[in-house]
């Protein structure tokens, strides 16, 4: 690994993701010594005039955590004496200026270190903001130490609004930097269970023939949440779920569950196979959609009173490859529902010449569950223990809370930003992938726009409107029993 100085600079330290993801993301990484005291600085950037010691405030109770070890105290208190605070605005020269010498100066006092100098952005901020800032990076915040390092630009979602703007959005930003200095980050490929598709499918003999047209009949990607908008009104009715959580988050798991072996483990050879996966997906039919909004969304000060943004759709991809011709992708995703689990679910075809009349019992189906409580689990047919020959569904069953006792899974956050200090951009989104991905989605989000299609309403703790289990139903999915 790199040695010498790491600065490591939140832009939007007092907003909500910094405090509730990026802090203590960081100092888990901190905690578990990935990040060394005699070399890492941090720094906060904002508009918002506080001084250091009120930022290190704000985000001690999200460091503390339900947790009142006094190991754990000790360590919040050495991490926080690591963070400085720089207030300015995201277009300010002056403000950017100072930035610049607080890091040059932690920089010199580390001077002692063999090494180069890393700096990484991390910008917690909206995407319309991003133009200005990473102006102001390039313009006084570069990496300027003769023993080399590097600088790194972390952007969040929603990268744009739709094809155009992102492209936009990415022109601009790539006039700035190369795309190897920019990490467009998407929490869910930092999830564990996201992490270990390809090794399940490409590491397993079982599924390598069964992945397939030949024998998948539909496969669904869920995401569901048992809670509303929530204080993010105002952001998230600008946006609605297709852009806050399919079109990147499931659309990025499509591609890990569709796409064909990559040459190597490389990420330009991974991220290769991801966007021919999205080339390859067919124009969204309307009559394949179901959108929905629960009914108190709009009570919300912050929403709109006529808003037409949905909090719920479900959207049936299609793609045109050797593969999966034929296979519907249903991708479903909603605010406000009975739960909260994400969820990929690998419907098999019915058994040919079925002697045992097992149809009834459900077809077979391997289940991954992303959260909560990670685990895998097949359903499958098997004899109903006893006398009679009858059969029942069952399931072979690896949860990882039992599985792997005392195993801590790391948070996506803490391992993307590991990946973005060891430079590797495996999981984080190329500038032609992000393309191809909004490609799929703007049409369908004009039509929604320009309000030619319109959300059904639902209530706040249901399964959504009843009209996304018929079109499940029309998909070809076969609802199963147990689990
Ligand atoms: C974010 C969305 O990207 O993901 C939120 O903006 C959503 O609306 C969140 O709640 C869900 O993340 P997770 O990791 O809790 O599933």
Redesign the pocket.
């Given at each position: 690994p790199e040695t010498g100085c790491l600065s490591i600079i939140v832009l939007g330290a007092s907003g909500d993701l910094a405090k509730k993801k990026t802090f203590p993301a960081l100092f888990n990484l901190y905690r578990q010594g990935f990040l060394q005291s005699n070399e890492v600085h941090i720094f906060g950037y904002a508009r918002t005039k506080i001084s250091t010691d009120e930022l290190r405030d704000r985000i001690h109770k999200y460091l503390v955590h339900g947790k009142s070890d006094s190991e754990h105290s000790e360590d919040v208190s050495k991490f926080l004496q690591l963070l400085k605070y720089v207030s300015g605005s995201y277009d300010s020269v002056d403000g950017f200026r100072l930035l610049d010498k607080e890091i040059s100066e932690h920089e010199i006092s580390k001077n002692s270190l063999e090494g180069s100098s890393r700096r990484l952005f991390y910008l917690a901020l909206p995407p319309s903001v991003y133009p200005p800032v990473c102006k102001m990076i390039k313009h006084c915040c570069m990496n300027k130490s003769d023993l080399g390092g590097w600088t790194r630009i972390v952007v969040e979602?929603?990268f744009g609004k739709d094809l155009e703007s992102a492209e936009n959005l990415s022109t601009q930003l790539g006039n700035l930097f190369d795309e190897p200095q920019l990490y467009r980050i998407d929490?869910?490929l930092g999830?564990e269970l996201v992490q270990n598709l390809l090794v399940l499918r490409f590491a397993n003999r079982f599924f390598l023939p069964l992945w397939n047209r030949d024998n998948i009949d539909n496969i669904q990607i869920v995401?569901r949440?048992d809670f509303g908008?929530e204080g993010?009104g105002g952001?998230?009715d600008e946006y609605g779920i297709i852009r806050?959580?399919i079109q990147?988050?499931l659309l990025q798991v499509l591609c890990l569950v569709a796409m064909e072996k990559p040459v190597s483990l490389k990420p330009e050879h991974i991220r290769d196979e991801k966007v021919k996966v999205l080339q390859s997906v067919l124009p969204i039919k309307p009559e394949e959609v179901v959108l929905g909004q629960y009914d108190s969304y709009r009570d919300d000060p912050t929403v709109a009173d006529d808003s037409n943004t949905p909090t719920f759709a479900t959207v049936v991809l299609r793609i045109h490859n050797e593969r999966w011709e034929g296979v519907p992708f249903i991708l479903k995703a909603g605010?406000a529902l009975n739960s909260?689990k994400?969820e990929i679910r690998v419907q098999f075809k019915d058994v040919p010449g079925d002697i045992f009349r097992s149809k009834k019992q459900g077809r077979n189906e391997f289940v991954i569950r992303?959260?909560p409580s990670e685990a895998m689990y097949m359903k499958l047919t098997v004899k109903q223990p006893g006398l009679e020959m009858s059969t029942i569904q069952s399931e072979l069953d690896l949860s990882y809370g039992q599985r792997y006792q005392g195993v801590t899974i790391p948070e996506?956050y803490e391992r993307l930003i590991l990946d973005t200090i060891r430079g590797d951009q495996q999981h984080f989104v190329r500038r032609d992938e992000l393309r191809a991905a909004w490609e799929i989605f703007t049409p369908l989000l004009h039509k929604i726009d320009d309000g030619e299609l319109k959300p059904l309403p639902y209530k706040p703790g249901s399964r959504g409107p009843v009209e996304a289990d018929e079109l499940l139903a029309k998909a070809g999915y076969v609802q199963t029993h147990g689990y």
């Open positions: 979602k929603p929490h869910y999830k995401f949440e908008t993010r952001y998230f806050d959580i990147n988050h605010k909260r994400a992303l959260q996506a």
